[in-house]
């Protein structure tokens, strides 16, 4: 199972950034998907949560508004939009999957983990 996160990179605060994970090794439509951040210093973070057929969508309440997770079953692929990059944002952000319809904000609900992939938000 692979999940690879893309995407990232230095930013400017106010600006947008989409994040990708292609996933391979498993059968992508039948994973529910998440994308979660630690930032240095800090716990790991939930940002968003997505069905396995996108149909329903769940964010951290602290983040709504600027975060859309989308997929897509027929690329086995995952986004990750942020809009209006604030400081903050400066996270690594990782990709997840769950072997369920349902998916989840608490990280330990996820099988399945990419390396992650890095967003510096400079002021």
């Known amino acids: 199972v692979q999940l690879q996160a893309s995407g990232g990179g230095l930013a400017q605060a106010g600006g947008s950034l989409r994040l990708s994970c292609a996933v391979s090794?498993?059968?992508?439509?039948?994973?529910?998907m998440g994308w979660l951040r630690q930032a240095p210093g800090k716990e790991r973070e939930f940002v968003a949560t997505?069905?396995?057929?996108?149909?329903?969508?769940q964010y951290a309440n602290s983040l709504r508004g600027r975060f859309t997770i989308s997929r897509d079953n027929a690329k086995s692929t995952v986004y990750l939009q942020i809009d209006s990059l604030i400081p903050e944002d400066t996270a690594v952000y990782y990709c997840?999957?769950?072997?369920?319809?349902?998916?989840?904000?608490?990280?330990?609900?996820?099988?399945?983990w990419g390396p992650g992939t890095l967003v510096t938000v400079s002021s």
């Open positions: 997840a999957a769950r072997h369920s319809r349902w998916g989840s904000s608490d990280y330990r609900d996820f099988n399945s």
């Open positions: 090794g498993l059968t992508f439509s039948s994973y529910s």
């Open positions: 997505i069905t396995r057929n996108g149909g329903s969508t």
